[in-house]
């Protein structure tokens, strides 16, 4: 639903805001904010306390959130969420062949990822060693703005939901070389939208790099993005651009054709 679609459909009766407000409470929670107060989940979602407070026991009530000392987490009920999403909706299970493939052919590990609000959410992953500090699988979400795959997505978005994320988006600094100036950032995506793929170089995590390509579907419609994570240290940028990407571009190819040829309705 395109941002313009989504402003008529608030406007219409049946749009039940109190669940957008409960689904933003949920999303603010992270690695980074593993537990909140009100204080902190109505200054992270810019609702009101009294708002935030009533959802907040909401969920502690139905038993997707607990509290300890006026803090609020998460807890694993929360995980149904995103099973039900995997369970139904299984096509990503296409992907890891050639995805395998690729793994094994430069022995780097690599993720499929979608856009979800400002994030980008991992919705299938083939990993080998682990170079982040975090870790990542399926459910994971990392910052549009600091990672490739989050570059490739954006890249491609129609203006006005790119300006949409623009102006819902708070540049942090998560290192010396994060891009947290708009129009820098802005220039940075065109060129991933000219060349047709994307990188970045320890933009989110010191030590990591990584370069991404779109997936497509039949339309030729920019349905995900698939990346390769590598250390800095271990894999050069031109390793990276003149090695991996011809590998991850055909994979990436394959997967589009492969979700093409099973008529997955989910992608169209």
């Known amino acids: 639903m395109s941002t313009e679609e989504l402003d008529n459909f608030k406007k219409s009766g049946d749009y039940i805001q109190s669940l957008e407000r409960g689904l933003q409470v949920i999303q603010a929670f992270s690695q980074q904010n593993s537990s909140m107060t009100v204080s902190d989940a109505a200054k992270k979602t810019g609702l009101s306390r009294p708002a935030a407070r009533r959802i907040l026991l909401t ?3 139905l038993g997707f959130a607990e509290s300890k000392n006026g803090s609020y987490s998460l807890t694993a009920r929360t995980l149904s969420l995103g099973y039900a999403y995997l369970s139904s909706n299984n096509s990503w299970s296409m992907a890891h ?8 052919q430069t022995g780097e ?4 990822s979608i856009l979800d609000g400002t994030d980008i959410l991992y919705v299938a992953r083939v990993s080998t060693k682990r170079i982040m ?6 459910g994971s979400r990392l910052p549009a703005y600091a990672t490739s795959m989050g570059h490739v997505l954006l890249a491609n978005l129609p203006k006005a939901e790119l300006e949409a994320y623009l102006e ?5 600094k998560f290192t010396d070389k994060t891009i947290t100036d708009k129009e820098k950032f802005l220039k940075v995506l065109e060129g991933v939208r000219e060349k047709n793929w994307g990188g970045v170089d320890q933009q989110f995590e010191e030590g990591l790099r990584s370069i991404a390509v ?3 579907n039949a339309r030729g419609k920019v349905i995900a993005a698939m990346n390769c994570s590598v250390h800095a240290g271990r894999v050069s940028k031109d390793v990276l651009r003149e ?10 190819e394959q997967i589009g054709q492969a979700l093409a040829a099973a008529n997955s309705s989910s992608f169209e």
């Open 214 to 216: 779109p997936i497509r």
């Open 97 to 104: 062949p050639f995805m395998k493939q690729f793994v094994d």
């Open 59 to 61: 969920l502690e009530a």
């Open 133 to 138: 500090s975090i870790n990542l699988g399926v």
């Open 109 to 112: 590990s690599c993720s499929i």
């Open 168 to 172: 819902k988006m708070n540049f942090e």
């Open 243 to 252: 090695e991996f990407l011809p590998l991850l571009q055909e994979a990436a």
